[in-house]
């Protein structure tokens, strides 16, 4: 059965003529909001001819928003118009009652005849609300003066004070002056950024989103960068990313982007990237222009560091999908992210870096080209010591160099070129700890990539600082420095450097001992004896430390590399040698 059929005070509706007092008729107009709000909550529960309905509800939704915005302090010149389409309205809302009655029981005659009821009532709304804004505004539009002022609910309101409060927005941004819109989109971005339930509320009232989409393109520039501002606030929110796409936003978003003052740029890229997060709005924002839109205005010189590396993280969520990155390489991007890369701005550089990482992560073509345009030239200059760069940008160009050349001989090569090595090595000796330990990771991954980048290292001394490092407080890097030195002592001319400093090999003995805390290292630290260890003068020193103690222990307890170690140094040459150190 359908929700019981509330009473309005017809009495006081029969006629025009009807003599009433002001708070009658006062009265009598919050009746009718009532009863439309009531209407459109009992609309959801119709399951049939839904779509006819959902029509309705929309202009019951309009309607109640109008006759809020002139409930009250509507000049007296209006009062009789307005009360004498009342009328009309109150018979109107009482044959939707009547009709949705029957939709809800399925008591009508027959569905032809239900349909065209149904359409002769949303045209009867459709005549209201053109009535009713041509009498309380005889421009077209509610201006200040005409306009009720319903104040902010306060912190703990209903949730219906707080969708009362929205509805009158609503209005106001819908047939306010230039001026009643522009507070109206003050005044929402205020409660939604203070409470998320208003947010919802918005969206909850779909013509809103819908209105603040057209809002963008508005020839006002307040009211493009106050509605690009409610927007970026609701794409903030994962479940109404769908309502923005479907009320069409991306597209007048595209135009703010090209077109727009430079907040709403700002804030219609934070929108744009914030939908593209996921990769699956791609292609609704490549369809209508906004990769263009946005590599254009990255190479544009006067444009906001700030605004572009925003683009550059939008256009980084787009690089997923293999057509519109093909696309991207074809218009440029590659050379307007090296040119970024090379300036001073470093919002605008690091963004632009990322956006290459991206590019070029598993796609070795993409690679050979930004190495061609001189990509890799660009990023080691970067972390040039003799640079004035921030640590966040070195951050960022060591990690893109790192998935741009480490996986090619050739690009590694390139780099020691570049003089990548030095700078490196500067940083592991002379940089803060912070930069210290970049540098020192970025070595670490050096050393594995390929014999000719293992020789350099050795040559250059890195080898020196990576032994510095086996002493650091962080086991991680701890591990990660005796790791790099097993691999850098694989070649010969390092292996002999390495054994040739007796504090070397009397330090990695001492790191044997368990007390040392260096159990995690054992691995690596004995890898590194037993590449010494073919070295006569190695296995020399080795026998003659205080701490070879340690490998026999080690071997006692059954490490196979430190039996290996045991076995080479037990040989006729050394067996006497050994005999008289470990039963002393």
């Keep these: 059965m359908g929700e019981e059929q509330k009473p309005i005070n017809s009495c006081n509706c029969t006629?025009?003529?009807?003599?009433t007092t002001t708070a009658e008729e006062d009265d009598l107009h919050r009746q009718i909001i009532d009863e439309i709000e009531s209407l459109c909550t009992l609309s959801h529960s119709i399951r049939v001819f839904s779509v006819k309905w959902q029509v309705i509800r929309k202009k019951l939704e309009e309607l109640s928003s109008m006759l809020v915005a002139a409930e009250t302090r509507r000049p007296n010149h209006h009062r009789r118009p307005l009360d004498d389409v009342i009328v009309t309205i109150f018979n109107t809302i009482k044959e939707c009652r009547n009709l949705a009655s029957s939709c809800i029981n399925v008591s009508y005659s027959g569905k032809l005849l239900m349909q065209s009821d149904l359409d002769k009532v949303i045209s009867k709304l459709d005549s209201a609300l053109k009535n009713v804004s041509a009498i309380f505004s005889s421009s077209g539009v509610v201006t200040g003066d005409l306009a009720l002022v319903v104040l902010k609910p306060s912190i703990g309101s209903s949730r219906e004070d707080m969708r009362f409060y929205v509805k009158d927005l609503l209005t106001r941004v819908k047939i306010g002056d230039t001026q009643m819109k522009?507070?109206?989109?003050i005044s929402l971005n205020e409660v939604i950024f203070e409470d998320e339930k208003y947010v919802k509320i918005v969206v909850e009232i779909g013509d809103f989103v819908i209105l603040l989409s057209n809002c963008l393109d508005s020839v006002e520039c307040r009211i493009q960068e106050e509605a690009s501002v409610a927007i970026a606030m609701i794409s903030g929110f994962e479940s109404y990313k769908g309502v923005l796409l479907v009320s069409g936003v991306i597209g007048p978003l595209i135009r703010v982007v090209e077109n727009g003052s430079l907040k709403a740029k700002k804030f219609a890229i934070t929108s744009l990237e914030k939908l593209t997060e996921n990769g699956d709005n791609a292609w609704a924002l490549s369809a209508h222009g906004g990769v263009t839109a946005l590599l254009n205005l990255c190479s544009k010189d006067e444009i906001d560091a700030e605004l572009i590396g925003s683009c550059c993280w939008v256009l980084r969520n787009l690089v997923g999908v293999e057509e519109i990155k093909r696309f991207m390489i074809e218009e440029n991007a590659i050379s307007t992210c090296i040119?970024?890369?090379?300036?001073?701005?470093?919002?605008?550089q690091i963004g632009a870096a990322e956006f290459l990482q991206s590019m070029v992560s598993g796609d070795e073509t993409v690679r050979q080209l930004v190495v061609k345009e001189g990509g890799a030239r660009a990023l080691v200059r970067i972390i040039d010591p003799k640079s004035n760069f921030s640590f966040k940008s070195r951050e960022t160009a060591l990690r893109v160099i790192e998935n741009l050349c480490f996986s090619s001989v050739d690009h590694v090569n390139l780099l020691i070129n570049y003089g990548f090595m030095d700078n490196l090595l500067y940083f592991l000796r002379k940089g803060d700890a912070s930069i210290q330990e970049l540098a020192f990771k970025s070595a670490f991954r050096l050393c594995g990539t390929s014999e000719d980048a293992r020789k350099s290292m050795g040559d250059g001394g890195f080898m020196v600082e990576f032994v510095k490092f086996l002493e650091a407080k962080s086991y991680e890097i701890r591990e990660m420095a005796a790791e790099?030195?097993?691999?850098?002592?694989?070649?010969?001319?390092?292996?002999k450097k390495f054994a040739s400093d007796e504090h070397n090999i009397g330090l990695i003995l001492q790191l044997l001992d368990p007390k040392q805390g260096n159990s995690g290292n054992f691995k690596f630290l004995l890898s590194i004896l037993l590449?010494?260890?073919?070295?006569?003068?190695?296995?020399?020193?080795?026998?003659?430390?205080?701490?070879v103690k340690n490998i026999e222990n080690l071997a006692n307890s059954g490490v196979?590399?430190?039996?290996k170690?045991?076995?080479?140094?037990?040989?006729?040459?050394?067996?006497s040698m050994l005999n008289g150190i470990w039963h002393s």
């Design 484 to 495: 790099a030195l097993s691999i850098m002592v694989l070649v010969h001319k390092n292996r």
């Design 565 to 575: 170690i045991v076995r080479k140094l037990s040989t006729n040459r050394f067996k």
């Design 339 to 348: 040119k970024l890369i090379k300036g001073r701005d470093e919002v605008a």
């Design 560 to 563: 196979s590399d430190a039996k």
């Design 182 to 185: 522009i507070q109206a989109l």
């Design 531 to 547: 590449s010494i260890s073919s070295c006569n003068h190695a296995r020399r020193k080795i026998a003659n430390s205080g701490y």
């Design 15 to 19: 006629s025009s003529s009807t003599t």
